[in-house]
């Protein structure tokens, strides 16, 4: 039987349309919350299985199939093996649950499509997102001068930041980089991260032409941060060589540890050596509501900053923003397209987004930020925050009183990497069993040993939880 959803193509005005909308969306919503009635992270298939059952699916039969066919292979094979990122088993990653406004938000966003590259496309979208940019250029501390753009993750605002800052350099040494490319001495730039930075800057180095070896690796201290001392010694030795060092990239929270490169000793270095400095804070950006701020130190030291909402403001993928300290720095992304942008548009006050960015159709992701900072407030994200945090600090607590365990590193966010003393393979071994039990950790390597990894950004879990997996995972042999 055909249902009102069959009948319907797109959502509009007509009554039978938004009856058909109404319906998927709460078919879909009855959909989601009866595939899940534990508390498991994963149905724990093995990948050859659900391969099997994914590759036996039609895919673009010659009839289409009715609304409820078509659903009820969703609900089958599709569902029931989703990662529940909500799960208090589920913390190998930066990969956090969605609250629930900002869910609801993604339903506006599709529902109503709207693009972000020009005012034409989205005119109540555009207007939030320069609000939204605004207001975090204020809470990071940047001053008027500052702008930002949302982009589709930290690795996009990292890029876009190491292209923006590459451009302003070569500028400054009268090359135009927009239209000439590369200068003839483009092999001597160098740009210095973390050795334990994410790899974004090596995917960014290739696709700014400057290739692999224009990053050059600087070694961390015993906390896992960027030794200061040795990064001065290493750029100027490069400058003493005839390279051209031009920005440095603190991580505030490396991916897998959570440690906090020093902002304002790094703002020395690369002052003075005329070097830009970006802070890739895409983990720890969160921080900032949090009631340990001050570890993250002052970000708007750095001339740009990438912040992840996707990570510890638990907001749906995708949802990041790059701020930039000199709201010029975008004009390297900034080109007119008559049948999109034109330059009178803006006389007239039209704003066209696209000018900033990397992309050109591009989420309203501005709208989640919007709706779930409005809804929680500044009280309401800092429990949430603190309580990842102090989960933190409660397992390294735990596990490093615990003679099974090393743990090498304090936490400062919400990460702790560990392992059980007795070896590689024991490590690896635990993580897959309870892969199959569904519960899902982290699995790294620390000074060449194998470690687990803890990311705790739900704020559902609780000490007796982490206790008992602490129990589980000495139980596993
Ligand atoms: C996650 C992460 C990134 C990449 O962000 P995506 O949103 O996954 O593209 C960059 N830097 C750090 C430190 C990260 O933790």
Redesign the pocket.
């Known amino acids: 039987m055909k249902s009102e959803i069959d009948k319907a193509t797109i959502l509009s005005e007509k009554s039978g349309d938004k009856a058909a909308f109404r319906a998927a969306i709460s078919e879909t919503t009855e959909a989601i919350l009866s595939s899940f009635s534990d508390e498991s992270a994963f149905s724990g298939i093995n990948p050859y299985e659900l391969r099997k059952r994914i590759e036996s699916l039609p895919f673009i039969p010659e009839e289409g199939d009715n609304w409820d066919g078509m659903m009820e292979s969703v609900k089958d094979t599709i569902l029931p093996h989703m990662l529940r990122t909500w799960s208090e088993s589920y913390m190998p990653h ?1 990969h956090s649950p969605a609250l629930i406004e900002a869910i609801a938000a993604e339903l506006i966003i599709a529902a109503f499509n709207s693009s972000m590259d020009s005012w034409d496309q989205g005119p109540s979208a555009t207007e939030l997102e320069v609000k939204a940019v605004r207001e975090l250029c204020t809470l990071f501390g940047y001053d008027e001068s500052s702008d930002g753009v949302f982009t589709s ?4 605002s ?1 890029i876009s930041a190491l292209i923006a800052l590459r451009d302003r350099y070569l500028e400054r040494k009268g090359w135009d980089a927009k239209k000439e490319g590369l200068n003839q001495d483009f092999r001597k730039l160098r740009l210095y991260v973390s050795e334990i930075s ?1 790899f ?1 800057f090596d995917k960014g180095a290739h696709i700014a032409g400057l290739g692999y070896n224009a990053v050059v690796k600087l070694p961390v201290d015993e906390y896992c941060r960027i030794d200061t001392v040795k990064a001065r010694e290493i750029i100027e030795q490069d400058i003493k060589n005839g390279l051209e060092p031009f920005m440095i990239a603190a ?1 505030i ?3 897998d540890f959570g440690s906090i490169d020093d902002v304002a000793r790094l703002r020395e270095i690369a002052d003075d050596h005329g070097l830009f400095l970006h802070a ?1 804070a ?2 720890g950006s969160g921080a900032i509501l949090s009631s340990y701020k001050e570890r993250i130190g002052n970000l708007s030291l750095a001339d740009s900053v ?1 912040i ?1 909402f ?2 510890m403001f638990l907001l749906p993928i995708s949802s ?1 923003v790059l701020l930039v300290k000199d709201r010029t720095l975008l004009d390297t992304f900034q080109l007119h397209a008559d049948y999109l942008n034109r330059e009178e548009d803006e006389d007239d006050g039209y704003i066209n987004l696209v000018g900033k960015s990397v992309q050109t159709t591009r989420r309203f992701d501005a709208l989640k930020v919007y709706m779930s900072f409005r809804m929680r407030g500044r009280n309401g994200y800092r429990k949430i925050l603190d309580t990842s945090i102090e989960n933190a600090r409660y397992f390294f607590e735990r596990i490093s009183s615990d003679d099974a365990f090393i743990a090498p590193i304090k936490p400062e966010l919400s990460s702790v990497v560990f392992a059980l003393k007795d070896g590689d393979e024991r490590n690896k071994s635990v993580r897959r069993k309870l892969l199959s039990e569904g519960i899902v950790i982290g699995q790294t390597v620390f000074q060449g040993r194998v470690m687990l990894k803890f990311t705790l950004l739900n704020p559902h879990l609780t000490h007796e939880h982490i206790d008992k997996l602490i129990q589980r995972i000495k139980e596993i042999k």
């Open positions: 930066l993750g930290g690795s996009q990292n994410h974004s991580t929270g490396t991916t890739d895409a983990y990438t992840d996707h990570k990041s």
